[in-house]
């Protein structure tokens, strides 16, 4: 058999890729569990992030609510009871405000949905197979 220089190593070639063949699953099954945990990782990301969402249209549902109360107390004339529900309607819509933007980054982390880390290793590992790193 001839063997192609190598700096750190005389081991056959016929060795190397026995060896090769021997560490090729394991290389595949890491890669794998790092997609699967990038991958549950994003999902609960998004769902907090829809979680937020859903909170942010109940905060803003109530704000409503308590706006219509506030038109109808207005309506009433009797200003300290209209005055304190609109107070609490402006509240309950910064909540709101604030939820929405705050679910809004949480989705925005979460994507895209694609294992970025276990596809760059395996574009890595599939160069350094071929020889091209």
């Known amino acids: 058999m001839t063997q192609s220089p190598q700096p750190d190593s005389q081991e056959p070639i016929g060795a190397l890729m026995h060896r090769l063949s021997e560490q090729i ?3 595949v099954r890491s890669e794998l569990r790092l997609a699967q945990v990038e991958l549950a990782e994003k999902g609960k990301r998004a769902g907090a992030g829809a979680g937020l969402f ?4 109940l905060l803003a ?3 409503a609510a308590t706006l ?3 038109a109808v107390l207005a ?4 200003l300290p009871a209209w005055a304190a529900a609109l107070i609490v309607a ?3 819509l910064a909540a ?4 929405a933007l705050v679910g809004k980054k949480e989705i925005q982390t979460a994507t895209p949905a694609a294992p970025e880390r276990a596809i760059a290793g395996v574009k890595e ?3 350094v197979v071929k020889g091209q790193h």
Do not use: C, E, N
């Open 25 to 27: 699953p394991d290389l």
């Open 61 to 63: 549902l109530l704000g």
């Open 54 to 57: 859903g909170a942010a249209g």
């Open 75 to 78: 309506l009433d004339l009797v």
């Open 125 to 127: 590992d599939v160069a």
């Open 90 to 92: 402006v509240v309950l």
């Open 68 to 70: 219509v109360a506030t």
């Open 96 to 99: 709101a405000g604030v939820a």
